[in-house]
């Protein structure tokens, strides 16, 4: 397996992880409290998104050899490109690890 493809394994991890969230909160909210306004459920799965996903897309898409986080690379690029990392480059931005490079995890890059 390489890079690309954990990183496209993990991606798809990650969006089922976000709609399941979303399901969960909104049977939830709607369980709870049944007579409000929709509007107000759909704020708050986006806001529990937000607060729940984002922060595990910082931790889950890393460069196995720097540990730099590819969120935080991209958004000092020029321009604005919304495609995913591998499909943009074609190797980190700062050690130039290339993505087809075989997989290991993390703490086994090094040796």
Not at 12 to 19: D, I, M, N, P
Request: hydrophobic share 40%; glycine share 6%.
């Amino acid at each position: 397996m390489t890079i690309r493809e954990h990183f496209e394994q993990m991606n798809a991890r990650y969006k089922f992880l976000c709609v399941a969230v979303a399901a969960i909160v909104a049977c939830t909210w709607q369980w709870l409290f049944p007579k409000t306004n929709i509007l107000v459920g759909a704020l708050l799965v986006a806001a529990v998104l937000l607060g729940f996903t984002l922060p595990i897309s910082y931790l889950m898409f890393r460069c196995p050899r720097c540990g730099g986080s590819y969120q935080r690379m991209s958004k000092r690029q020029p321009g604005r490109d919304l495609r995913m990392y591998w499909d943009k480059w074609t190797e980190c931005p700062d050690c130039k690890l290339s993505f087809d490079a075989p997989w290991s995890k993390p703490h086994e890059a090094g040796k």
